[in-house]
């Protein structure tokens, strides 16, 4: 049975840095899994955030240039490095995963894993 773990989230102020990580048990986040992460913020719908694959890695565009997903095979560990956080950036944040998958996903049918959420709030 496979698990993702969220943790890292908290209190930040504007123009911040933070750090999410998803730990997977269960399961290897080798070179086949497609891992994505999501986030949700109140009285929104989910929507994608950033997704890392065998092709490399995307972005929503309200996101480039300042969040990076990357991830530590060693660790079985995504992380999702956010640097210039802006208090839309509030909002909980989910990690998603998908086995035996070699490209992007950005829609959440794209994954069959998911974690329970860490909350992020960005204060201005």
């Known amino acids: 049975q496979v698990q993702l773990v969220e943790s890292g989230g908290g209190l930040v102020q504007a123009g911040g840095s933070t750090r999410l990580s998803c730990a997977a048990s269960?399961?290897?986040?080798?070179?086949?899994?497609?891992v994505g992460w999501f986030r949700q913020a109140p009285g929104k719908e989910r929507e994608f955030v950033a997704s890392?694959?065998?092709?490399?890695?995307i972005y929503v565009d309200s996101v480039k240039g300042r969040f990076t997903i990357s991830r530590d095979n060693a660790e079985n560990t995504v992380y999702l490095q956010m640097n210039g956080l802006k208090p839309e950036d509030t909002a909980v944040y989910y990690c998603?995963?998908?086995?035996?998958?070699?490209?992007?996903?950005?829609?959440?049918?794209?994954?069959?894993?998911w974690g329970q959420g860490t909350q992020v709030t960005v204060s201005s």
């Open positions: 269960g399961g290897t986040f080798s070179s086949n899994v497609r």
């Open positions: 998603a995963a998908k086995w035996g998958a070699f490209v992007h996903g950005v829609r959440e049918a794209d994954y069959d894993y």
């Open positions: 890392i694959s065998l092709r490399g890695d």
